[in-house]
């Protein structure tokens, strides 16, 4: 099985901050890899999908790149709407998925 | 709009068998594929199971192989989670979503909350 992995688990930033987050695939998967934002209390939301394609409504301070086993995912500058989980998700063939532990982006 | 609405949650013994639906409206479910997501309290998002957009294909999560089922009524735009031989680890919001593409979940509902408890 494909484990993912993300870094750090947590962090504390300020708005405007530019924030970034990794994920790491123990194997080559391409670009089959998409994030998420999810606020408490909250259904997630797509904002990045095929690591690095903007979802259509998404502001573009968020942004994707990767491929293979290194991904990251960027905020340019954070805003206070912004404080949230972010989550990879890998995807195969056959669309089985294995979402990452999740980051939890706080304000400092 | 687009919406999926989670139903048929609520408290089981373990053991227990619950059967959660999901009905969708606002786009034409035959063309496409879903996912049944899970979080348990306090924890992250787990990947339980996704049947394709024709029903050719269904997959699930280790965890869940041989006790849960996936199954669609285009008929009804309603997508179903059977589970069966419910432990307390199932205990968690069972999400429905919409994929888009592979694997992108474009659209998703709000949950409904399973308990497993004696």
């Known amino acids: 099985d494909i484990q993912m992995t993300q870094s750090p688990s947590s962090l504390s930033a300020s708005v405007g901050d530019r924030v970034t987050i990794t994920c790491q695939a123990s194997?080559?998967?391409?670009?089959?890899l998409n994030w998420y934002q999810q606020k408490p209390g909250q259904a997630p939301k797509i904002l990045i999908y095929d690591a690095s394609n903007l979802e259509t409504g998404v502001p573009p301070r968020f942004s994707g790149s990767g491929s293979g086993t290194d991904f990251s995912f960027t905020i340019s500058s954070l805003q206070p709407e912004d404080f949230a989980t972010y989550y990879c998700?890998?995807?195969?063939?056959?669309?089985?998925?294995?979402f990452g532990p999740g980051t939890k982006v706080d304000i400092k | 709009q687009v919406q999926l609405v989670e139903s048929g949650g609520g408290v089981v013994q373990p053991g227990r068998s619950l059967r959660l639906s999901c009905v969708t409206s606002g786009f034409i479910f035959s063309t496409y594929g879903l996912n049944w997501v899970r979080q348990a309290p306090g924890k992250g998002l787990e990947w339980v199971a996704v049947i394709w957009h024709d029903g050719s294909n269904r997959f699930y999560a280790d965890s869940v192989k041989g006790r849960f089922t996936i199954s669609r009524d285009d008929s009804k735009n309603t997508l179903y989670l059977q589970m069966n031989s419910l432990t307390a680890e199932d205990t968690a919001l069972y999400y429905c979503?919409?994929?888009?593409?592979?694997?992108?979940?474009?659209?998703w509902g709000q949950g409904t909350t399973v308990t497993v408890s004696s």
């Open positions: 194997q080559d998967i391409s670009n089959y």
């Open positions: 979503a919409r994929v888009t593409g592979l694997s992108r979940m474009d659209v």
């Open positions: 998700q890998r995807y195969d063939n056959l669309a089985q998925v294995t």
